[in-house]
């Protein structure tokens, strides 16, 4: 059937293996762009992303949920940086400029990683947990699996079973009503496998500090793999996440 070529040729983006422009083109996250640093950036923050630390200022895009509020007020010391391979491998590397002691923090995370899921290099099963999304992340997976991403071609497949998954994939806050099924869904995880924080709500609780029903994230639940940041993550972002959990992308 002609449509069938002309939709896989057309329609389905390569990547990871060629760049594709939309996913080049996204703005994803948010960089400090200029020397100056002033108290009244962090002010601007909703979520205290921004730190402004000896006259340095830093995002923590594990923070930011890509409210442009820092951009508006500081159009030339902030900017809206494009690119979706955002997830990385420790928490302390989604700050940028980046800490003294990150490289070699995500070095060793990386070989530890690389061992441990030797076996999962060529086809990989999900299962996702929502502990407290807003339901925006969940719009992102689910786009994973229609034509444009199509992440079937890559091996990567969902599974309602965490008996057949290899991958936990976590967005939400992290309530405390699901802390427990959190837990006993990672028990049932057989070894070896990976937790992907997915979203900013999974990695701090962006907007939405602890309270006597949430935690500020998973990583006090769960122990967290792989950090995708974004508010809510793109397909693409969710995908180079997934690609480095199982060592099919180095970075
Ligand atoms: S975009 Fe919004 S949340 Fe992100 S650093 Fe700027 S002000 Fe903070």
């Not at 009244?40 to 730190?51: D, F, N, S």
């Not at 079973?161 to 959190?182: F, K, Q, W, Y």
Request: net charge positive; with cysteine.
């Amino acid at each position: 059937m002609p449509w069938i070529s002309r939709g896989a040729r057309v329609v389905t983006t390569r990547w990871p293996r060629r760049a594709d422009q939309y996913a080049d083109r996204f703005p994803a996250t948010v960089s400090p762009t200029s020397a100056f640093a002033s108290p009244e950036m962090a002010e601007v923050c909703p979520t205290g992303a921004i730190r402004v630390d000896d006259d340095q200022v830093r995002v923590d895009r594990g923070r930011c949920i890509l409210c442009g509020r820092c951009v508006r007020h500081f159009p030339r010391h902030f900017r809206f940086t494009p690119g979706s391979e955002i997830a990385r491998l420790a928490r302390d590397a989604l700050v940028v400029p980046e800490l003294d002691k990150t490289d070699g923090a995500v070095r060793a995370v990386r070989d530890e990683l690389s061992a441990r899921t030797r076996a999962l290099r060529r086809s990989v099963h999900i299962r996702h947990i929502d502990v407290g999304s807003d339901g925006a992340d969940e719009w992102e997976v689910l786009a994973l699996l229609n034509p444009i991403y199509d992440v079937h071609r890559l091996g990567i497949f969902f599974t309602a079973s965490p008996r057949h998954a290899d991958i936990l994939l976590v967005t939400g806050v992290g309530t405390r009503g699901m802390r427990e099924p959190l837990a006993r869904t990672l028990d049932a995880l057989p070894r070896p496998c990976v937790v992907i924080a997915a979203g900013t709500d999974a990695i701090s609780g962006g907007l939405v500090h602890p309270t006597y029903a949430t935690h500020g994230g998973i990583a006090d639940l769960v122990p967290v793999d792989v950090w995708v940041p974004g508010s809510p993550p793109t397909p693409f972002s969710l995908l180079h996440g997934i690609l480095l959990a199982i060592g099919r992308m180095s970075s």
